[in-house]
């Protein structure tokens, strides 16, 4: 394995295209000149690998069919030098054995099809480039582990007579790494929350759906006192269930369910499975992914889009369709009126046992009736507060979003002194105000926060 230079930590991800044609290359360069990379070409397998030796490269997309060194070939060659390097193969041929051949030599990352959809090749490409830095921030956490371990081996040899400071140091040692563990597995739901409010933004102010579906299953887990890991898994699939009609025209991503043509159907019909698509590829996605995949089941076995029955269909995704259905039906999402909530809740109960399951429509209820009454209002140490009368130490009761709905601080929060006075900044450049809604400490908290 071959060592790439370093890359500086400002600098942009740089993304190698391979293909013997200059036309494509042109045209892919074209497509990502707006996008946060840096774009190098290589019109042959052996120029790539050239430009590899030579300056680090994180992302290469490879043509297949190439003369004297194919794309499976190329990336194979880059497997075993630059193992972390990302990989995708762009194919306009149905060559199965190509593809067979680069998962299995090259071991790829993803492969796309030619003609590409550009909206799909520019998800894949901001996909894969954050899967990577995830990897990279977990491989450094490690070796930050790694060192930590060696120290305190030289530590025990040295210090043989202080046992019991030693003992304390290794345990505050394992206190700290599981913090930030837990700090990485919050920040990456928060990652995923930011990412689906961005997204969302595609969307008129009328038509969006995601902060409201985020927000009522955080209820509903809350009030259930659902495990963490549960919880979790159930956030991030609220936050991304629709993001396969990330492809669709304008016009369908706003058009009722009901009043879509037959090819228009079909392709929504198909939503679920390309959400799961996208984010199987992503490990701490995965179990997110199947509830997503599979919350257009229908109790009654006639949803989609494999017909699943009753309890055969996960606990995650019959609760997750109640929330997106109560959302979406009060957007004209599904039906082409738009509905209140009573009108929603209407529409649910008429539906139990065809549509949803009859022993969580009357408990879902309830935990709609919470959100919409606000459950963080019910808690007396709960305050709606300026930006202005923020304090370091107290904690956001929940998310803290800016008035074109971009995240700026989720739920749990701490604040601080430099903390607060962003914000204020951040206000006063919008020109807007923002209610915030904190939960004061208790003092012995607040002069732990703040000491």
Not at 63 to 75: F, I, S, V
Not at 151 to 173: D, P, Y
Not at 375 to 385: E, F, G, I, R
């Amino acid at each position: 394995m071959e060592e790439q230079p370093p890359m500086t930590q400002a600098s942009k991800p740089r993304v190698l295209l391979v293909d013997d044609e200059e036309p494509i290359l042109n045209s892919l360069r074209r497509l990502l000149r707006t996008q946060p990379y840096e774009v190098v070409l290589a019109t042959s397998g052996a120029q790539a690998l050239e430009i590899m030796a030579q300056q680090p490269v994180d992302l290469v997309m490879t043509d297949a069919r190439m003369p004297n060194m194919d794309g499976a070939t190329l990336l194979a060659h880059i497997h075993e030098r630059y193992p972390d390097t990302v990989r995708i193969l762009l194919t306009g041929y149905a060559d199965l054995p190509t593809i067979i051949k680069a998962i299995n030599d090259g071991q790829i990352d993803r492969y796309l099809s030619k003609p590409w959809s550009d909206e799909e090749m520019l998800l894949t490409l901001r996909q894969s480039l954050f899967h990577q830095d995830c990897e990279r921030e977990r491989i450094r956490l490690v070796q930050v582990t790694w060192d930590q371990n060696e120290q305190l081996k030289m530590l025990n040899e040295s210090l043989e007579k202080r046992v019991l400071a030693r003992t304390a140091e290794l345990q505050q040692t394992a206190d700290m790494l599981d913090l930030a563990y837990e700090e990485l597995k919050h920040s990456y739901v928060t990652g995923t929350e930011m990412f689906s409010l961005l997204a969302n933004l595609r969307l008129p102010p009328s038509k969006q759906t995601s902060r409201q579906t985020i927000e009522l299953i955080r209820v509903y887990c809350k009030l259930h006192e659902l495990d963490e890991v549960s919880s979790r898994n159930l956030i991030m699939a609220a936050a991304l269930y629709n993001i396969g009609k990330m492809s669709w025209t304008d016009s369908m991503m706003t058009a009722p369910a009901d009043l879509l043509h037959h090819t228009d159907r079909e392709r929504y019909r198909s939503y679920p499975k390309q959400s799961e698509s996208l984010l199987m590829t992503l490990d701490p996605m995965k179990d997110a992914a199947r509830l997503i995949l599979h919350h257009q089941e229908r109790w009654d076995g006639s949803g989609f889009p494999d017909r699943l029955k009753g309890e055969a269909i996960p606990f995650g995704s019959r609760l997750l369709k109640l929330a997106v259905d109560f959302i979406e039906l009060q957007r004209g999402l599904i039906l082409e009126r738009q509905m209140n909530s009573d009108e929603a809740l209407v529409y649910i109960r008429q539906y139990t046992g065809k549509l949803y399951d009859p022993d969580l429509v009357e408990d879902f209820i309830k935990v709609c009736a919470a959100y919409l009454s606000d459950v963080t209002l019910a808690d007396p140490n709960v305050k709606v507060m300026g930006t202005r009368d923020l304090a370091a130490g107290m904690v956001l009761a929940r998310n803290l979003n800016a008035d074109n709905g971009m995240l700026l601080l989720n739920a749990g929060k701490v604040l601080s002194g430099p903390l607060v006075e962003k914000l204020i900044a951040f206000e006063a450049m919008e020109g807007g105000k923002y209610s915030v809604f904190v939960k004061i400490p208790e003092p012995q908290e607040f002069i732990a926060a703040t000491g």
